[in-house]
């Protein structure tokens, strides 16, 4: 049943979209503006997940006051405006809190562990008729230890994160309000959730991801499995309105969609697709055309790496039907290349060949506000990433070296996972290539990142290089990237 509850009228509430930040952006697509925030965030010390979705949310005017890690960065970038002037709300008019006065606000490498109040908040349904005012920014996944300054966030969404063998292990928990994982046991009846969840749910997407981007799957897979299950919790519970049960479906298929990928990643492809599985049906009930598109991709890429690579065609060609309604050139882009892996793996160079010039032409046609939030991964080093594996499929060692190479020197140092990826894919095209010398020294490189990486395939891949560089034990440099390998330790 709807709400009876009537809020409170609200101060200041905006009217009409941010039209003095729209302006900012000029000719860049919501994507490339979100990259120059985080490149500005990164030259004054500053950690902030800026992407296309938190552009679109500030241009219609959702968050009217920026939290304080996006305020320095945007008065950075635009020395002598105020927030005033690039369209924001003064913070003292934001949801009745007033202003926090310059010396209290937090320093810039503020660094305490994620907290949650103890304080509760009224029904579900309240919260839910301010949806398109809510003042929560995305934070920064890259921060374990980011303070909270929004109190209404750490309610719902607790995070405890641990370091471990020099890289960043996120234990990712969602703690929505009232709702318990035995409330279906006991009897009693589910909790109403609201915008705030579904807010979390895709929180806990992005962190996720942004944490594989610099670490790897293998220390993230099982701790991202209690958020799962929450998320698919949420699914049973009452929601008020058609679309925040709309973003709980679709933010429940995205999370599966990752944490198969932490599983496919580490090389448990059973469990991998068992949740993609699981992300397809949750796409197919609820008619979300891009999330059936994203969750055929992944398993396109699966049965690739599983070696079926006819299912990898047909899942491809099936994620392109899906997609092509939705106008986003750089995703057909992907899923062609998908399909050219497949082609790769039944050895069939044409139609690998056909897909490929498919892929760049899509690629070229560069991006637009249709593009998914999750293909922040897919730039130019991807793209010459995946063609080194399709070449490297079909034997041609010598090409699929020239394309791991420049995919690695491409890569933006965020995605230290991907630069270690395509650098041991380099090392096994050129060991295979006869130049087992180069090889030693990529494969030492990928050495030196695997204290930040914990990728079970980047494993497998410099070892089975370490197998081919064997007989050139002789060689420069090989044996001690032999002896560095092996001294490296085994996973249980």
């Given amino acids: 049943m709807a709400s009876s509850t009537v809020p409170l009228p609200q101060p200041n509430r905006p009217t009409r979209p941010n039209l003095a930040f729209r302006r900012l952006r000029g000719q860049r697509s919501p994507a490339e503006f979100a990259a120059l925030v985080r490149r500005a965030a990164r030259e004054i010390g500053e950690q902030v997940s800026c992407d296309a979705r938190y552009i679109g949310r500030v241009e219609a005017g959702e968050i009217?006051?920026?939290?304080?890690?996006?305020?320095?960065?945007?008065?950075?970038?635009?020395?002598?405006?105020?927030?005033?002037?690039?369209?924001?709300?003064?913070?003292?008019?934001?949801?009745?809190?007033?202003?926090?006065?310059?010396?209290e606000a937090p320093p810039v490498h503020a660094m305490s562990p994620a907290h949650a109040t103890s304080a509760t908040h009224g029904a579900s349904e309240t919260d839910e008729a301010y949806e398109p005012y809510e003042t929560q920014d995305t934070h920064d996944p890259q921060d374990p230890y980011e303070t909270h300054h929004d109190h209404e966030e750490s309610d719902v969404l607790r995070r405890a994160f641990m370091t471990g063998g020099g890289a960043t292990m996120a234990a990712v928990s969602l703690a929505p309000l009232g709702l318990a994982h035995d409330a279906a046991a006991a009897g009693r009846p589910s909790p109403r959730v609201g915008v705030r969840e579904a807010s979390a749910?895709?929180?806990?997407?992005?962190?996720?991801?942004?944490?594989?981007d610099r670490h790897g799957a293998d220390g993230l897979y099982r701790r991202a499995a209690a958020p799962l299950r929450t998320a698919y919790a949420l699914l049973d519970a009452n929601t008020t309105r058609q679309t925040t049960a709309e973003r709980l479906h679709s933010g429940a298929g995205e999370l599966a969609i990752s944490v198969g990928w932490l599983a496919h990643d580490s090389g448990r492809y059973d469990d991998a697709r068992s949740h993609y599985a699981e992300a397809l049906a949750t796409a197919r009930v609820t008619g979300d055309p891009a999330l059936e598109?994203?969750?055929?991709?992944?398993t396109a890429f699966l049965a690739r790496d599983a070696g079926r690579p006819r299912e990898a065609v047909r899942a491809a060609q099936a994620a392109q039907?899906?997609?092509?309604?939705?106008?986003?050139?750089?995703?057909?882009?992907?899923?062609?290349?998908?399909?050219?892996?497949?082609?790769?793996?039944?050895?069939?160079?044409?139609?690998?060949?056909?897909?490929?010039?498919?892929?760049?032409?899509?690629?070229?046609r560069g991006p637009c506000e249709a593009d998914p939030e999750w293909m922040?991964?897919?730039?130019?080093?991807?793209?010459?990433?995946?063609?080194?594996?399709?070449?490297?499929?079909?034997?041609?060692?010598?090409?699929?070296?020239?394309?791991?190479?420049?995919?690695?020197?491409?890569?933006?140092p965020h995605f230290t996972r991907n630069i270690a990826l395509y650098t041991a894919e380099l090392a096994d095209d050129?060991?295979?290539?006869?130049?087992?010398?180069?090889?030693?020294?990529?494969?030492?490189?990928?050495?030196?990142?695997?204290?930040?990486?914990?990728?079970?395939?980047?494993?497998?891949?410099?070892?089975?290089?370490?197998?081919?560089?064997?007989?050139?034990?002789?060689?420069?440099?090989?044996?001690?990237?032999?002896?560095?390998?092996?001294?490296?330790?085994?996973?249980?």
């Fill in 201 to 212: 749910l895709e929180d806990a997407v992005r962190r996720i991801r942004l944490l594989d």
């Fill in 293 to 298: 598109a994203h969750a055929f991709c992944n």
């Fill in 321 to 364: 039907r899906v997609a092509r309604p939705l106008g986003s050139a750089r995703l057909m882009s992907l899923l062609a290349l998908r399909e050219a892996g497949g082609w790769a793996g039944l050895a069939d160079r044409t139609g690998c060949e056909q897909a490929l010039v498919r892929a760049q032409a899509l690629y070229d």
């Fill in 430 to 492: 050129l060991a295979r290539g006869g130049r087992p010398d180069e090889a030693a020294t990529a494969g030492m490189r990928v050495l030196d990142l695997l204290d930040e990486v914990q990728s079970s395939r980047i494993q497998t891949m410099l070892a089975a290089t370490a197998r081919v560089l064997l007989p050139h034990r002789r060689a420069s440099g090989v044996s001690t990237f032999l002896d560095r390998h092996a001294s490296l330790p085994r996973k249980a």
């Fill in 376 to 412: 922040s991964f897919y730039g130019e080093a991807e793209l010459e990433g995946l063609e080194a594996q399709c070449w490297s499929t079909l034997g041609d060692w010598q090409r699929a070296a020239r394309h791991a190479a420049r995919a690695a020197h491409l890569q933006d």
């Fill in 64 to 103: 009217r006051c920026p939290n304080y890690a996006y305020e320095r960065v945007f008065l950075h970038m635009y020395p002598g405006r105020t927030l005033t002037d690039l369209g924001f709300a003064p913070r003292s008019s934001v949801r009745g809190r007033g202003a926090r006065p310059d010396e």
